[in-house]
């Protein structure tokens, strides 16, 4: 039954990185017991091909470059792929000036395809799907001033 266990953890983290909750749910929902879990988790732990460290810090910079979210959407992401509150501190700890360029970023990739419609159902659309990346309503502001001033001109 143990290498059934180490196969099946084994198969999972083929497809992507997984954090030991993770694992442990998935584990768990395939019926393996709470014992043997944890003895496959903490021996995969061992052998290095399971880090939450390591795992929350690829993870946050996905979140940032690729998914434009901002600190605390970053964080959000982090705690629903099942990352220790601990290890999220430890990782997210950055100012705000990040989230200004990220925003920036952001609004500039999506503004392309906004431009044939009015600018206040410009302003709306991307004010909504930034606070949906968890930034905050000043950011947003400022962000969206800089920029549709900018487009004006």
Not at 10 to 38: H, V
Not at 51 to 65: G, I, M, P
Not at 107 to 118: A, D, M, S, V
């Amino acid at each position: 039954m143990q290498n059934k266990a180490k196969q099946y953890a084994l198969k999972l983290l083929s497809y992507r990185g997984r954090s030991e909750k993770e694992l442990k749910d998935r584990m768990t929902r395939k019926g393996f017991s709470d014992t043997l879990i944890s003895s496959t988790i903490d021996h995969l732990i061992n052998l290095g091909f399971v880090n939450d460290v390591s795992l929350a810090e690829s993870l946050k910079r996905e979140a940032t470059a690729n998914k434009f979210f901002s600190r605390n959407g970053a964080r959000r992401y982090l705690l629903n792929r099942g990352i220790p509150r601990d290890v999220i501190h430890t990782v997210c700890d950055q100012d705000g000036e990040e989230d200004l360029q990220n925003a920036q970023r952001y609004i500039e990739k999506k503004f392309r395809g906004l431009k044939t419609f009015p600018p206040a159902t410009v302003k709306r659309r991307l004010y909504a799907q930034l606070l949906r990346r968890g930034y905050s309503p000043e950011t947003i502001s400022t962000v969206l001033k800089n920029t549709l001033s900018n487009e004006e001109d």
